[in-house]
C-alpha cells in the first residue's frame, strides 16, 4: 500500500539558511499533519491542513510557514535555521478524523 | 488539552517474556481518542491502534493486545513473547477535539535474545 512519502529524507544545513521540505500524502487522504520530533524526545504537532487551509496550530515558531498544495502535498519551509531546529520532522496524513499515518521523516541538521 | 504519561522510561526482557507499557492520559474532551505508535531504531513511527472514548473493549492483534480503562484513565499496551524485532521505542498518544496528537515521552523497550 502506498504511504505517506517525504524528501529529502536527509538535509544540512547551515544556520541562518533556509530549508523546504516536501510531504506527499497517501492518495485520498484530505489532510496533513507536520510534527518536530527533537533528539530523545516525543513528537510535538506543529500545523495541519485539511483540503488546502490551516486547520490547527501548535508550537511552530514564526520562522516556520507551511501550506498544502492542490495536488494535496505539503510544504514546510523554515527560515533562518538555528542550532535547536535540528530534529526528525515527519509529515503524516489521514482521511479527516481517521488515525494519522506517518511518513519516514526528514532528519534535518544545522551546523 | 490532553496530557499522556508514559512512566515508564525503559524496559529490558529476554525474548519470549510477556511486557507490558503503561499510559494514563488526562483529558477534559467527552469525546478522544488514544492511540499507541511504534518508533523502531529506523526511526518511522508505525501507527498500531486506535481507540475511542466511547468504545472500552480489549483488543487483541496477534502478540498484541490492549486494555482500555477509562475508569483509571489509562491504556496499556501488552506484547505477548516478545521478540528482538519488537525493540522499539513505543509512543501512546492522545487526541481530542483537534488536529493534533499528543504524545507520552515513549517507552524504550529492548528484548534481548
Known amino acids: 500500500a502506498a504511504g505517506v512519502i517525504q524528501s529529502p529524507r536527509h538535509l544540512i544545513k547551515e544556520k541562518r539558511e533556509t530549508a523546504t521540505l516536501k510531504c506527499y500524502p497517501i492518495?485520498?487522504?484530505?489532510?496533513v499533519y507536520w510534527y518536530q520530533q527533537g533528539p530523545g524526545q516525543d513528537p510535538q504537532f506543529l500545523i495541519s491542513?485539511?483540503?488546502?487551509?490551516?486547520?490547527d496550530k501548535g508550537s511552530i515558531p514564526d520562522r516556520f510557514s507551511a501550506q498544502q498544495f492542490s495536488d494535496y502535498h505539503s510544504e514546510l519551509n523554515m527560515s533562518s535555521l538555528e542550532l535547536g531546529d535540528s530534529a526528525l520532522y515527519f509529515c503524516?496524513?489521514?482521511?479527516?478524523?481517521?488515525?494519522?499515518?506517518f511518513g519516514p521523516g526528514t532528519r534535518l541538521t544545522v551546523l | 488539552a490532553q496530557k499522556v504519561t508514559q512512566a515508564q522510561t525503559e524496559i529490558s526482557v529476554v525474548e519470549k517474556e510477556d511486557v507490558t507499557l503503561d499510559c494514563v492520559y488526562e483529558?477534559?474532551?467527552?469525546?478522544?481518542?488514544l492511540f499507541w505508535y511504534k518508533q523502531p531504531p529506523s526511526g518511522e513511527l508505525v501507527f498500531l491502534i486506535r481507540?475511542?472514548?466511547?468504545?472500552?473493549q480489549n483488543e487483541i492483534s496477534g502478540r498484541y493486545s490492549w486494555n482500555f480503562q477509562k475508569s483509571t484513565s489509562s491504556f496499556n499496551f501488552t506484547i505477548t513473547a516478545s521478540q528482538v524485532v519488537d525493540s522499539a521505542v513505543y509512543f501512546c498518544?492522545?487526541?481530542?477535539?483537534?488536529?493534533?496528537?499528543?504524545f507520552g515521552t515513549g517507552t524504550r523497550l529492548q528484548v534481548f535474545p
Open positions: 503524516a496524513s489521514s482521511l479527516r478524523g481517521n488515525e494519522q499515518f
Open positions: 492518495p485520498r487522504h484530505d489532510t
Open positions: 491542513f485539511y483540503e488546502k487551509m490551516q486547520s
Open positions: 483529558t477534559r474532551d467527552t469525546t478522544y481518542y
Open positions: 481507540r475511542n472514548s466511547f468504545d472500552e
Open positions: 498518544a492522545a487526541q481530542g477535539n483537534t488536529d493534533k496528537l499528543i
